[in-house]
């Protein structure tokens, strides 16, 4: 049995190396120095739910007062910090989405934050075909699969992507909402349904904007969750 189990343990540390998916020490997942790097802001936009400073407590972003979002509200995790942009990174194009593991670490309190838009549905975010094709996987879709295994609501492909575009992470405010607008279409299941909108990075949320504008003709609540903001 002893060496079973040592068998086991050894195949696991293959898959998953004991060590910190971020420097490389010895550590389970994330060691303490790279933990303090996973920051979680204590004050938010009410709207969209990323950092404020402090003395901005309970009010609304500068983005949100003069973009004025169609989504009903959301959270965008963690501060993106280069931590968490490394992170990510390595989920999205490293082909190590096993590391999206730390997400568990923060189960709890990610769950709490999701209760309190009480959704219906998860619905990730979708690639096009090509970066499908390319990339292999939807990270939007992994992040969604692991939440909805916590909270026990299904993950629903409500959108699709219709039309290319190029990496948003390259490209100006302006330009990303000219390349997003008209990108997606909804399908009418989701019609009444409350909805999560699920992805990576919140940046400056026309990709979500676009996704809830779309879904909108459905239904009247679509908040949206992130694993990080900028
Ligand atoms: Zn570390
Ligand atoms: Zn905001």
Redesign the pocket.
Known sequence: MQIRRNIGSQILSVFFPEKCYICGVKAEMLCEDCKKKFVIPVTR??????ALPEADADY??????TEK?VYDGGIAFFKYTDAVKSWIHNIKYGKMSYQIRILDIYKDQISKAIDEFNPDLLVPIPLTMEHAYLRGFNQSLIVAQRIAKWIKLPVCHALRKTKFTESQTAVDAGRRKRNVKGSFSASKKIRDKRILLIDDVFTT?STIGEAAKTLKQYTDTVYFFTVAGT
Not at 45 to 50: L, N, P, V, Y
Not at 60 to 65: V, W
């Open positions: 936009c009410i709207k969209c739910g990323r609304i972003c500068q983005h949100c007062f979002p949320g």
